[in-house]
């Protein structure tokens, strides 16, 4: 039979073929061999420098949280101060900073990101903590490295909490055999406790000062200015007061790690070219929040990880903004955006004849007036925006993200006019040092000097500092927020801080704060 | 081992070439009369007598659906089998069905799909497949039949079988037909004059001024779906050639099909291609060789097609009729609006009409359409197998088989510079984008089966192995942006652009292996007592090496009464079967990888030079325990036939998924962005399936019915621990809609209820709490009370009920199919029952939106109704704004789904010209549809591929089609 040579070789080949699979199906090792290709086993991460480099970064990825994306907390805070409404779109837009800007707000309405991301940053900070001393690079760089996490650890369990107050205190890595659903609350002090010893431990291994691209890390000079802080809410003035000093210098002067005031208030809030962008990492300075528009960044994924632009922009321009078609219009070309943080009359009262009030308000109220522009009024509308973020159409990006989303201006969260006047606060608000540091800020703006006293001091952080995020802190600090906030339903014993996100409760040990 | 199985390729292709050629030359062989056999279903490495079936297996051959006009395949099974659940995921041309096999399964990760096995590929979907290739689809529908598919059987297993080639005469086959579509209902909006109208009573309810001064000035104004709907057209083409000898026989077929939507039919259309070429050869008596193999192309373009943000559709139903579609009277529009350079105009140059009032994501469709001109997705698939049989030892036969299915697929768009509106537009760059992927997947099974006859004893053993690949993947997305043009014709790669306004990103696939052993033993005693058992071991690569395999046994047991001794032989009952199993399935769709941790890219940051920094960081929590979620199932069934012409079927099941595998909350303090998997949840279906039919013949007159009717229970029965719920759909600023909550049906809706409306102040000022506190003090006369369902005394989200299920609790179907001489007639209808459906037709956020006439029928004054609230433009009392048995409707419906009519040509006609059959007809499809729901379309689906069982919420939903249709078969 013709056919026969085949009948033996399709035995053969059957039989064989069949074999050979069998072989490779008993075997684990063909279930193992697939590779979960762009990314590292995290066992066997933090092998080198640059390894442990990137895992630094994503650390101090989560300092976006201040100004990136919409539940960034700059907007969110102004909005529970008595400078600013919520605004946005209508009484919805924004569960959660419609709820703080009046005092409904509850455990359902809390986005879970206030508490959720600093918590990412203080994981990856115990990962880099624990294993950057097991790789293979210099031990000085370990140092440092470990350093600049455990400072970031201490800022994000700061920010933690002074918004929540009863926070869990998670110092090593969770794995999923630890009985993480029993991790309890700790005592405010207990936080302080340790994010202070942190700070105070880690400065000797820092930078002293940062160049080139290492601008915007945590250097000594951060690290005391970020303490001072902590020290400060943690009301120990004298301890706040020697950072500060650390910092600050001569008032007026140049500082040990090369801090000044810029001389020129409105430059603060500039944006330069793209490439070279000259007020970025002004001599003023302290702990800089960085953003670009080489993100790309897109709607599917703002306020995550790889979203680089600044939310605040967008958030607090008009909307529906146009300028109208007369000569020599002197108004700004401005990119429309959704109206968040529209300025309170008493604000935009309280500064009237400083220097710096063109640079802080927006008076869109009176360009309508002047037949130059036109926009939509939206919720909350007084007519006044916050003018330090405002986008302008010479901002938009130039790359293919959505406009919106990739507004490159960096945010200042702390600067040395704000670590003046915390000084002056730390020290009582009297003496020749609080007096010249006090003055140091207002002849900046071409003010002649008042008598200092804490309610100079006061008036002048919230002028000098308006809109920049840090009035309802203070407002709570100095136990002036019940009487303050009042108008929007503040309640003494309970706003203080903030309610726990509903869904961070079930089956833990988490006990839900005091009033909510 | 690669070089092994490469070699083991090799010698295969080479063999099964040469044998191929050898049997083209062999000589022809003389036509043999078959013999009539006994109706055989296939069970999965396998078929069986019908009549010794022991699971629950619907069978669907090609002569139940080889003239219904469906766009995608599995489209053909809707209400052709009990318990199998499809539903068209919209009526835009080339749109799946969402296919479910005894309800959802599942809430895990996965899809719900069924396990598609064509010709013993396991592919992903079907909707390459030509329809009129397929030889018979058989649904294994309980846990003692799908489980001889193990681990990827959980959701039902559907085996399809493609036609091949018959020894006899070269036979050469012809279907087509042709047809027009249009849409079969449009929405009831209110024209411009009754808009102007309500807008203007908005204001005034809320204390504020009218903003149009004479509404009748406008007279109808626009009617937007005037300017999408539209006539799509439907064709299809197939011929197929079959023949063989004793040797070798084959079958090849080409199929093209094109279908324009009736929205906006040029930016929303389908076209596919296919070929297959099937032979099988015997190479001696002891070896035969075998092949399938299918190209499919196709092109498509589509619309949103269940979406609240944006799309022609959504548009169309929100837009404001006082906007004209084009501007022709400058005296209706601000000017100072339509000054922008990128505006759209119409070919005579006019501006299409940008509506002052309602914008975001809703533009004028006719500009919008000149945004997508030109854009399109394709694809490529090659899907096909070779085998050899091989037979010795007279009752063994050894079956290899490679099976691998070869993807294709991308798109390319153009995005010119436009302004639709002052909230759309983009007057930045153009830009030209294309994504190119690609994906291999393939298997190797071998099956040894013994099959021998001991007396009245029957016994059929397999044992098999197999090994299996999936997505080996990749692709590209390029984009230039700048193009020195200005539309999509011009628009073109070719083009030189400096390197800053290029950008690229790639991506590769993470591999799953599986590796699994089978065995199944068939016995019958005297065709009497039959007993079916099946184990399968599966081993796969999404688990931790020590959970790599799960084991899943199942049995089944049936009794053909009839066949005893004691079983008289009567006109009533002409035959009785009882049968029932149980099988234990496996279901491993998740991600890969989550067994572990891994520190992934993303967590990116900035440096002082303005440039990203890449961060790593852990994505979520490890969990090394994770296994196999498992479904058990109980079936329990009877087949009857009755007096001589009718069968029926009864089944009854119980199906129970335990440790479905799912992303679960965990604390946020442990400081991970994703949330981690675990094997946490169950859920339960049961559910009675009957199917009944019919068939008799008084001489040239021939009636055959079948129909068939199915319940379904779904209840969810654990969540993690003190967790009762989870948000399923949501709905725009209003939030949730519905949840998958402990003890309620999935995805149950969910919201507040009112008991009527306030008809005057004293009303809302009588209705108090126990402590005398107004219980709704903003409301107004007009306005919704509100219950207070948990009795707290406040009404707020406490009070929230579940409000009906969105899963039907009927299906069911019926065909029925008359013939008289050279006449047929066919009539299928099908329908569902007992669900309900969300109405998100009106955008809440956009104040100046259109109504449906509904508000024409609005609380006006005291005693005016007690069912529609006031209109209110603040909504204090929240009357629209939340979610509450208002925006529910009942979605039941029967719809008559085809209805055909067809002539064959005497033979002794045709036959003159060379043909053996000529048989020409008309067909209507979705002729008329009977249900009270007020939307579109009451058949709705998921919004999209991630969101197929979030079913029942109508977001604009694109509707089905009315067809009609003119065809032929041919048969030369």
Known sequence: MKNKKYLYKGLAITFLTGLSFSNIACNDAYLDDVQNLGSFNTDLYFQNEQQSFSALVSTYDILRKYSGGFENSVTFFNAGSDDFFSGGGNSNDGAGIQGLNNYTINSNTIPASYWRDYYQGIARANLVIERVPGAKMSDELKKRYTAEAKVLRSLYYFELVRMFGNIPLILKSIKFDDDYWNIPQVKPAEVYAQIEGDIAAAIPDLMLTSSGNDKGRITQGTARAILGKIYLYDKKMPEAASQFAEVNGVPGGTSQYGYKLVANYADLFKVGPETTDPYKFSTESILEVMHTNKGNSDWGFWGQGKDEGNSINVMTGPRSYSLKNIPNNNAPDIYSGWAFNTVTVDLFNFMQGDPRLNTTIFNAKQFVTDGKISYSPAFADTGYFLNKYLPTNDLKTSLPGAAELNFRQNYIAIRLADTYLMEAEALGGNGARAQALLNAVRARVGLASVPVSIQAIKDERRRELAGEGHRWFDLVRWGDAPSKLAFKGFMSGKNEILPIPFNELPNTALHQNPGY | ?972
């Open chain 2, 1 to 972: 081992m690669n070089v092994q199985i490469s070699r083991s390729l090799g010698i295969i292709a080479a063999l099964y070439f040469t044998a191929n050629f050898n049997a083209q030359t062999a000589p022809a062989d003389t036509v043999q009369k078959e013999q009539k056999i006994e109706e055989v279903v296939m069970i999965g490495y396998g078929t069986q007598k019908k009549s010794n079936v022991t699971g629950a297996i619907s069978s669907i051959k090609a002569s139940d659906i080889e003239n219904i006009p469906a766009g995608k395949p599995e489209q053909v099974l809707q209400g052709r089998a009990a318990g199998v659940s499809v539903v068209t995921n919209s009526g835009q041309p080339g749109a799946a069905a969402t296919v479910r096999v005894r309800g959802i399964t599942s809430f895990g990760a996965g899809s719900n799909s069924p396990l598609w096995v064509v010709d013993g590929i396991v592919v992903d979907n079907i909707g390459w497949l030509n329809q009129s290739d397929i030889e018979s689809i058989e649904v294994l529908k309980d846990g003692a039949s799908a489980a001889i598919y193990g681990v990827s059987a959980a959701k039902g297993v559907i085996l399809v079988t493609t036609k091949k080639g018959k020894k006899g005469r070269l036979n050469l086959s012809y279907n087509g037909f042709y047809g027009f579509a249009n849409a079969s209902k449009k929405l009831d909006l209110l024209d411009a004059t009754q808009y102007a109208n309500i807008i203007n009573e908005g204001f005034v309810n809320d204390g504020g001024a009218p903003r149009f001064s004479n509404p009748e000035s406008f007279g109808k104004g626009t009617d937007w779906q005037d300017a999408i709907f539209g006539t799509g057209e439907k064709s299809s083409h197939e011929v197929s050639i079959t023949g063989g000898n004793e040797k070798s026989t084959y079958y090849t077929s080409f199929g093209y099909f094109d279908q324009t939507g009736i929205v906006m039919s040029d930016i929303s259309y389908y076209k596919r291609l296919n070929a297959r070429f099937n032979s099988t050869h015997k190479v001696t008596d002891y070896l035969t060789l075998g092949q399938t193999f299918a190209y499919t192309r196709i092109k498509s373009q589509g619309i949103s097609a269940n979406e609240e943000f944006g799309g022609p559709l959504a548009s169309a139903v929100n837009l404001d009729p006082t906007t004209p579609v084009v501007v022709t009277d400058w005296s209706m529009v601000d000017p100072s609006a339509y000054t922008n350079q990128y505006i759209i105009r119409d070919p005579n140059g006019n501006p299409y009409g940008i509506s002052p009032y309602v914008n975001q994501e809703m533009t004028n469709p006719r500009a919008f359409r000149y945004l997508q001109q030109g854009n399109n997705n394709w694809s490529d698939d090659f899907v096909g197998n070779v085998f050899a049989e091989l037979k010795f030892l007279k009752n063994f036969t050894f079956k290899t088989s490679l099976n691998g299915k070869k993807s294709y697929w991308g798109s390319r768009s153009f995005s010119p510079k436009y302004y639709l509106s002052p909230n759309f537009s983009n007057t930045n760059f153009n830009s030209l984008n294309k994504v190119d992927e690609n994906k291999f997947e393939w298997s190797m099974e071998n099956t040894l089966t013994y099959q021998n006859r001991f007396g009245d004893h029957n016994l059929s053993v397999l044992l098999g192995q197999g090994v299996y690949r999936y997505n080996i993947s990749g692709g590209t997305s390029l984009t230039y942006t700048n193009l020195p043009i200005e539309n999509w014709q011009d628009a073109s790669f070719n083009f030189n652009i400096p390197q800053d306004n290029i950008t690229a990103t790639g991506w590769d696939g993470i591999q799953t292996r599986k590796a699994s052993y089978f065995g199944r033993i068939i016995y019958d005693y005297a065709d009497k007592y039959l007993f079916t058992g099946t184990i399968r071991r599966d081993g796969s690569s999404k688990f931790a090496t020590n959970q790599h395999w799960g084991t899943f046994p199942s049995m089944s047991l049936g009794w053909n009464i009839n066949k005893e001794n004691f079983w008289p032989e009567n006109k009533v009952i002409n035959t009785v079967k009882l049968r029932g199993g149980y099988g234990i399935l496996g279901n491993d769709e998740m991600e890969n990888f989550r067994f572990a941790s891994f520190m992934v890219s993303g967590s990116n940051y900035t440096n002082s030079g303005n440039n990203i920094v890449i961060g790593y960081a852990p994505s979520t929590l490890e969990n090394p325990n994770l296994k196999w979620e498992e479904t058990s199932q109980l079936n329990i069934a009877a087949d009857f036939k009755l007096f001589n012409n009718f069968t029926f079927t009864a089944d009854w099941y119980k199906k129970k998924t335990t440790d479905i595998l799912r992303q679960v909350n965990i604390p946020g303090y442990i400081g991970v962005p994703n949330l981690p998997w675990s094997n946490v949840g169950d859920m339960e279906n049961s559910g009675l399936e009957l199917e009944l039919g019919y068939k008799k013949n008084w001489g040239d007159f021939g009636i055959s019915v079948n129909g068939n009717f199915a319940t379904i229970k779904n209840e969810v029965l654990r969540l993690e621990d003190d967790i009762e719920y989870f948000n399923l759909a949501s709905f725009q600023t209003m939030g949730a809609v519905s949840r998958v909550a402990v003890g309620q049906p999935y995805g149950s809706f969910y919201g507040q209820t009112y008991s009527g409306v306030f008809q005057n102040q004293s009303q809302i000022d009588a209705y108090k709490n126990t402590n005398g506190q107004l219980l709704l003090p903003n409301a107004k006369p007009g306005d919704f009370i509100w219950q207070d369902n948990n009795g707290d005394g406040k009404i707020d989200d406490n009070d929230k009920v579940n409000l009906g299920s969105s899963i039907p609790k009927y299906t069911f179907g019926l065909t029925i199919n008359l013939n008289y001489k050279n006449f047929d007639f066919m009539m299928f209808a099908q329908g569902q029952a007992g669900n309900k459906i969300f109405q998100g037709l009106r955008r809440l956020d956009m104040l100046d939106a259109n109504y449906q006439t509904k508000v024409l029928d609005r609380w006006t004054g005291e005693g005016s109704t007690n069912d529609n609230p006031r209109v209110t433009r603040n909504d204090p009392n929240h009357n629209y704004s939340w979610m509450s048995n208002y925006y529910l409707q009942k979605g039941d419906y029967v719809r008559l789904k085809i209805i055909q009519l067809g002539y064959t040509i005497p033979q002794d006609v045709t036959t003159r010209f060379g043909m053996s059959k000529v048989r020409l007809y008309i067909t209507g499809e979705n002729v008329l549809t009977f249900t009270k729901y007020t939307g579109y379309d009451p058949e709705i689906a998921g919004r999209n591929n991630s969101e197929q069982d979030i079913i029942g919420v109508d977001r604009a939903y694109y509707p089905q089609a009315r067809t009609f249709l003119i065809g032929a078969n041919i048969q030369f």
